[in-house]
């Protein structure tokens, strides 16, 4: 029998300041999560990946194409210009 740590909805919410209903939300399709009637029970490991998934989720991402403005106001995407390469 492994010693991981399980939390509940209740701990794990108050751990991460969301509400217990969010966690059961969060977890709801998440694989190694026990369910048993009522009973969740989240395992330490599978806490710490998802909430590593989200952090890395919430991290901003290059993207290719920035918002422009056209000579007659509108707002346009356009491709972003590439960064020239510092000259000496």
């Known amino acids: 029998m492994t010693d ?9 919410g108050k751990k991460w300041n969301v509400s217990p209903g969010f966690i ?3 977890f709801k399709h998440e694989r ?9 029970r989240i395992p ?3 806490a710490e990946r998802v ?6 989720a919430a ?9 422009r403005r056209t000579p007659d106001g509108t707002v346009v995407l356009a491709p972003r210009a590439r960064s ?3 000259s000496s």
């Open 84 to 86: 020239a390469s510092p």
């Open 4 to 12: 991981e740590h399980y939390y509940s909805p209740q701990e794990l």
């Open 59 to 67: 991290m901003p991402r290059p993207t290719k194409y920035v918002a």
């Open 44 to 46: 330490a490991a599978v």
């Open 32 to 40: 190694g999560v026990l369910k048993i009637g009522g009973l969740w």
């Open 24 to 26: 059961r939300k969060h």
């Open 51 to 56: 909430e590593r998934r989200s952090q890395e």
